[in-house]
């Protein structure tokens, strides 16, 4: 069993726990856990033997909670001559030195903005930012013998040179 504080409007209906402070964020019950309501208190129990599911869900209910205060932040930032990344609209337009432009669908729980050459992430659902975040980086990986690609501003990267001297 575990206790979660909640100090602003939350509402329970059909297995989905809906939240509503600065920003709006919902949450799936899982069927195997039961939920019991205190004014500001919520009350995680479990119907199996197994713990790693209400760990699991408090973690996420955490996250959430979290993030609803303070949104999560991931920054990426593109290094390369002639790499150049726009918002349209709901989309992320990339120009990699492909042929054509990568294009992703910027997700509605997910705000982004572009200044110079980084991107910076915003969302209250840690786990969906951190997948979006893989998703981008995943279009053109950081190559460290060319110095170009997109990668985490807070990775540190080794730069390695071509040619060693013996």
Same mark, same amino acid.
């Given at each position: 069993?575990?206790?979660?504080?909640?100090?602003? &409007? &939350?509402?329970?209906?059909?297995?989905?726990?809906?939240?509503?402070?600065? &920003?709006?964020?919902?949450?799936?019950?899982?069927? $195997?856990?039961? *939920?019991?309501?205190?004014?500001?208190?919520?009350?995680?129990?479990?119907?199996?033997?197994?713990?790693?599911?209400?760990?699991?869900?408090?973690?996420?209910?955490?996250? *959430?909670?979290?993030? +609803? $205060?303070?949104?999560?932040?991931?920054?990426?930032? *593109?290094?390369?001559?002639? &790499?150049?990344?726009?918002?349209?609209?709901?989309?992320?337009?990339?120009?990699?030195?492909?042929?054509?432009?990568?294009? +992703?669908?910027?997700?509605?729980?997910?705000?982004?903005? *572009?200044?110079?050459?980084?991107?910076?992430?915003?969302?209250?659902?840690? $786990?969906?930012?951190?997948?979006?975040?893989?998703?981008?980086?995943?279009?053109?990986?950081?190559?460290?013998?060319?110095?170009?690609?997109?990668?985490?501003?807070?990775?540190?990267?080794?730069?390695?040179?071509?040619?060693?001297?013996?």
């Amino acid at each position: 069993m575990k206790i979660v504080k909640i100090n602003f &409007y &939350y509402l329970i209906k059909n297995n989905i726990i809906f939240f509503k402070k600065k &920003y709006f964020g919902f949450l799936k019950i899982p069927k $195997d856990i039961s *939920i019991l309501k205190n004014n500001k208190f919520i009350e995680i129990k479990s119907f199996s033997e197994e713990k790693k599911n209400v760990n699991s869900f408090y973690k996420s209910l955490f996250n *959430i909670l979290k993030g +609803l $205060d303070s949104p999560w932040e991931i920054i990426l930032e *593109i290094s390369g001559i002639g &790499y150049k990344v726009y918002i349209k609209e709901k989309f992320l337009i990339f120009n990699l030195g492909f042929s054509k432009e990568k294009i +992703l669908i910027i997700p509605n729980y997910i705000k982004t903005s *572009i200044i110079k050459n980084k991107i910076n992430l915003f969302s209250i659902y840690k $786990d969906k930012l951190g997948l979006f975040a893989n998703k981008i980086i995943l279009i053109k990986k950081y190559n460290p013998y060319k110095k170009k690609g997109i990668f985490f501003i807070n990775n540190f990267f080794l730069k390695k040179s071509n040619k060693k001297k013996q």
